[in-house]
């Protein structure tokens, strides 16, 4: 074993491929078609940012990061009955939390004046027009994929009129689906995107940054595009779904003659047993069916950020699972394993028993207490320290004595002998139960001789197992948790059931522990490793009276990345 370590080669990463994103940039740039790269966030400010966004913040800011480039923070506001300031504010922390800084703070509202213009020269220029059909009307003239739309009765109105009749729309005098703008392009075009696309819709609501001066608001066709524009966004990436809007992207760019920003589409990310449509997490939140945005177990920037997880194990997450351009299903147990990666190298470690069984040391001096000085890391064993109590009653946890043991049970058995975790060896000497048989305290004694850096020659033991001193033990609430459904693939509802019919019944659990009280005080900001138990974080219900920590993810797993 120890030849095959020597022998081994240096562990050294592979450089990473570059993703399909990468080689375009590096393209563009080594051909002078850009002379450094912009990018941006787009959010749309009716949320809370979910695991799906961080993939896209990930490489909208990565890119830019990785390319001496900027990124835009856009919010995409052009719905004002949907969006609120709350979202706006929650965002910027989210993305701030995930490490990164944009550029300038933005937003499509911001253009609104812009883009009321531009839809002033498309009429002139005989490319737009003022519909009067209904919703339903438009819809059924669109046609379908084998069969070309059908004109709209208004589709030949004078420019003047057009004109007219938009700044009219503009100055309140139609209701709500009175009328709209759209463009005038190809009734019959193969791609439906280009049968007179809407540009402008009738809204009398209230904007969260302009108020009530529009009752008309731009589509997000209309929109995005030039927004890229007149940021000079170089390379404009959105999911998907958007691919067959880019023709018309680059339509609006082309006719209304103004910097060519470039779209370009990946996949968006999709999790096991879970489900990442604002919408559906709105719904949650609404019932009560979660505790509210920030539950942990939402996948929510900010319900993961309270579930312990860290920016830096999603930033490696995003890295690992690349870039696609074909829609995928990733594993959320690769997530997990992210977390543990990071926490396993950073977390401070403490005991604390879930299900304690008491044990007292016979041969104990009554009262003693001696303070052990345990690294907070074992990885780093000269850096910091906690100082944990020993005295002559204790707990363990239930699960580590087994009475009729098998003989690979290297814990605590009657006769048999374990260490107390940085401690002593004791030796359990007689098992106390109730009346109806259960074990409720062991009698045992220690081996002073056992004690590490002592006198004693070193003896080791088969188990170690980890305790606290019952003097000393904080009652701390546990709130276990788990995935919040039970189906793997979320996108694979059938039809005759809800998504809310998967919803994990056992997603909470809540319990006591008892912890070392070094745990109280620690101040890393990370969730810590509960020794042998797992990761869990201090959860902001916490009181002095009680604290509270929620369980971040188990110490281990069988899953292993490809
Ligand atoms: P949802 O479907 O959850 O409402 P959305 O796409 O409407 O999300 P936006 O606020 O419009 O949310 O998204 C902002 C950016 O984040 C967009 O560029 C969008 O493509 C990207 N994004 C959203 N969801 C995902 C996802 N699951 N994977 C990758 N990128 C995503
Ligand atoms: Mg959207």
């Known amino acids: 074993m120890e030849d095959s370590l020597k022998n081994a080669a240096p562990a050294q990463e592979e450089p990473r491929k570059l993703n399909f994103l990468e080689e375009i940039i590096e393209k563009d740039l080594a051909e002078g078609k850009v002379d450094s790269i912009m990018t941006r966030f787009p959010p749309e400010p009716n949320g809370y940012l979910h695991l799906g966004h961080a993939k896209s913040i990930c490489l909208n800011f990565g890119l830019a990061q990785k390319y001496g480039g900027k990124t835009n923070l856009r919010y995409d506001d052009t719905n004002p009955v949907k969006e609120d300031v709350e979202y706006v504010d929650s965002i910027k922390e989210d993305i701030k939390w995930l490490g990164f800084q944009w550029d300038k703070e933005l937003y499509a509202s911001d253009y609104f004046d812009q883009l009321y213009e531009w839809a002033e020269q498309l009429i002139k220029e005989g490319l737009a027009y003022v519909d009067d ?29 057009n004109l007219t009749l938009f700044r ?53 066709d209309f929109t995005h595009g030039q927004c890229d524009s007149i940021e000079h966004i170089t390379h404009s ?14 339509w609006f760019i082309k006719v209304l003659g103004i910097y060519p920003s470039h ?37 929510t920037l900010c319900g993961v950020r309270r579930r312990g997880y860290t920016p830096e194990a999603l930033r490696m997450f995003c890295d690992k699972i690349g870039v696609s351009k074909r829609d ?3 594993d959320i147990q690769l997530l997990e394993w992210c977390v543990r990666q990071d926490l396993n190298a950073r977390s401070n470690r403490y005991m604390v028993v879930q299900d304690p069984l008491k044990v007292t040391i016979t041969n104990w001096e009554k009262g003693k207490v001696e303070w052990f000085d345990c690294p907070l890391n ?6 910091a320290s906690r100082k944990v109590p020993f005295t002559g009653e204790l707990y363990i946890e239930k699960a580590d004595f087994m009475e009729d043991a098998p003989k690979k049970f290297f814990r605590l058995k009657p006769g048999g002998e374990v260490r107390l975790k940085y401690t002593y060896i004791i030796k359990c000497d007689e098992v106390i139960k109730d009346e109806e048989g259960n074990v409720i305290e062991l009698k045992c004694s220690y081996d002073p001789s056992t004690r590490p850096g002592g006198e004693g020659a070193w003896r080791s033991v088969k188990g170690t197992i980890h305790w606290v001193s019952v003097e000393h033990a904080k009652s701390i609430e546990l709130r276990l948790y788990d995935r919040l459904f039970t189906l793997a693939d979320m996108s694979q509802v059938p039809e005759d059931k809800d998504y809310k019919d998967f919803l994990n019944p056992d997603s909470l659990i809540v319990t006591e522990g008892f912890a070392e009280p070094a745990l109280l005080e620690d101040g890393s900001g990370i969730p810590v490793q509960f020794e042998r138990i797992g990761y869990y974080v201090c959860d902001k219900d916490s009181t002095p009276e009680k604290p509270v920590f929620n369980k971040t993810t188990s110490l281990k797993d069988s899953y292993k990345p490809e």
């Open 133 to 161: 059909q209904t919703q339903e009307e438009i819809r059924q003239g669109r046609g379908t994929v084998d069969r070309p739309g059908t004109p709209s009765p208004w589709r030949d109105r004078s420019v003047e009129e």
């Open 168 to 220: 009219e729309m503009k100055a309140g005098k139609y209701a709500d689906g009175e009328k709209v703008l759209r463009a005038k392009i190809d009734m019959a075009h193969p791609n439906m995107m280009f049968r007179d696309p809407l540009l402008y819709r009738i809204k009398h609501a209230s904007h969260h940054r302009t108020g009530d001066k529009w009752c008309i608001y731009p589509m997000y």
């Open 237 to 250: 990436i959105c999911t998907l779904e958007f691919d067959v809007h880019r023709p018309l992207y680059d």
């Open 263 to 299: 779209q370009y589409e990946f996949a968006r990310l999709n999790l096991t047993y879970t489900l990442m449509s604002k919408r559906k997490l709105l719904e949650l939140v609404q019932k009560g069916l979660v505790s509210g945005w920030d539950d942990p177990r939402m996948p």
């Open 328 to 330: 995928q299903l990733m």
């Open 378 to 383: 074992p990885a780093d064993p000269e850096g």
